[in-house]
Nanobody, 122 residues
Framework: VQLQASGGGLVQAGGSLRLSCAASVRTFSNYGMGWFRQAPGKEREFIAAINWGDGRTVYAGSVKGRFTISRDSAKNTAYLQMNSLEPEDTAVYYC????????????????WGKGTQVTVSS
């Protein structure tokens, strides 16, 4: 399985970006897909997760209300809509797939995508 993340870039504080994660093969009817991020000098942290089958979502407290995860089964693609971005959101963002129905920990991840850089200027 290959995951291709895209959509990162440079944005001013308060702005928005939408990340995409395309899977190379048809997933995984009840698998979990998630987004994680890693800032310089920090551990990779969970951001948002979605169950591919029923669309259940889970968010980290730091992004709840600002970020929205969604999926398009026909396109085998998941999205992360990021609004009201803050400089603290600056990080490399990774998408991930897990056989767990909801993936919130790095230890649950079976496949990682290459990261995409998000930089938020103040």
């Amino acid at each position: 399985v290959q995951l291709q993340a895209s959509g990162g870039g440079l944005v001013q504080a308060g702005g928005s970006l939408r990340l995409s994660c395309a899977a190379s093969v048809r997933t995984f009817s009840n698998y979990g897909m998630g987004w994680f991020r890693q800032a310089p000098g920090k551990e990779r942290e969970f951001i948002a997760a979605i169950n591919w089958g029923d669309g259940r979502t889970v968010y980290a407290g730091s992004v709840k209300g600002r970020f929205t995860i969604s999926r398009d089964s026909a396109k085998n693609t998941a999205y992360l809509q990021m609004n009201s971005l803050e400089p603290e959101d600056t990080a490399v963002y990774y998408c991930a797939v897990s056989r767990s129905t909801i993936v919130t920990r790095t230890g649950q991840v079976d496949y990682w995508g290459k990261g995409t850089q998000v930089t938020v200027s103040s």
